[in-house]
């Protein structure tokens, strides 16, 4: 983990952005949007489809620069940081997971889990036995020599949250990790990525369109034009943290 990104005063956020602005073409996708993240927060960010969800997201993560404006994690400006840091940032504090999980076919499931270790340098038996402890806590051991295809989606979506979990990130950034399930599958992903969230205190920033799916936040902050409006805290939230 980062010694800069511990350093964070007392109350402050953990993550911070401020003035985004991201442009793609003629289309402004943020104008102008500020949010703060802390330390163990389940953070919901909803909106219409093309209200810039994703766009924040991955500025929020460093995946992509914003044209103007900051994103600061602890100590550090991500839209200042070289791309080599980024990247071990992504390996280490931060967590992604995308709609359709995005495991690489080729490979078993233990080894999509354990890869990010294994890029930090991890011994291999080291990796699947940490990769393993998580696949149980998402209730996909038993799949674990399967590849991505031959599992259903919740499945491979649960095993999607344990690679990003694997790390022991700080924020696990999560865009619609629910929009390809039925209704079941997106209970049981949400479940469960809620208590993994709050048992080992990671930040969570949840993208997403769906209330149900919102309303295991601890926090809801709604996207319109590119902007950022608060909403009040979720008093169902404390309800699924069982």
């Not at 960010?45 to 600061?72: E, F, M, Q, W, Y």
């Not at 931060?94 to 995005?102: A, N």
């Not at 402890?133 to 649960?158: K, N, T, Y």
Request: overall charge negative.
């Amino acid at each position: 983990m980062s010694t800069q990104a511990r350093e964070v005063p007392a109350g402050a956020p953990l993550l911070a952005a401020r003035g985004l602005v991201k442009s793609y073409g003629r289309t402004e996708a943020l104008r102008g949007a500020a949010l703060d993240l802390y330390a163990g927060e389940i953070l919901a960010v909803s909106g219409a489809s093309g209200s810039g969800k994703s766009t924040l997201l991955h500025c929020l993560s460093g995946i992509v620069r914003p044209d103007a404006g900051s994103v600061s994690y602890g100590r550090e400006q991500l839209d200042r940081l070289p791309e080599e840091r980024l990247s071990e940032l992504r390996r280490t504090d931060f967590g992604v997971v995308f709609q359709f999980g995005q495991l690489i076919p080729e490979l078993p499931v233990i080894d999509n889990v354990a890869l990010p270790l294994l890029l930090a340098g991890v011994p291999r038996a080291e990796a699947h036995t940490r990769a393993d402890a998580w696949l149980e806590r998402f209730g996909v051991r038993g799949q674990r020599e399967l590849r991505p295809g031959e599992m259903s989606g919740g499945q491979v979506q649960r095993a999607a949250l344990a690679r990003a979990l694997v790390t022991g990130p700080r924020v696990v950034f999560a865009d619609e990790p629910t929009g390809a399930l039925d209704s079941l599958g997106g209970e049981q992903v949400m479940t469960a990525l809620a208590h993994a969230a709050r048992e080992t205190h990671t930040a969570v920033v949840l993208i997403t369109h769906d209330a149900q799916v919102a309303a295991y936040a601890d926090r809801e902050v709604r996207l319109h034009d590119g902007t950022v409006q608060e909403s009040p805290v979720l008093p169902q939230a404390v309800a699924h943290d069982h």
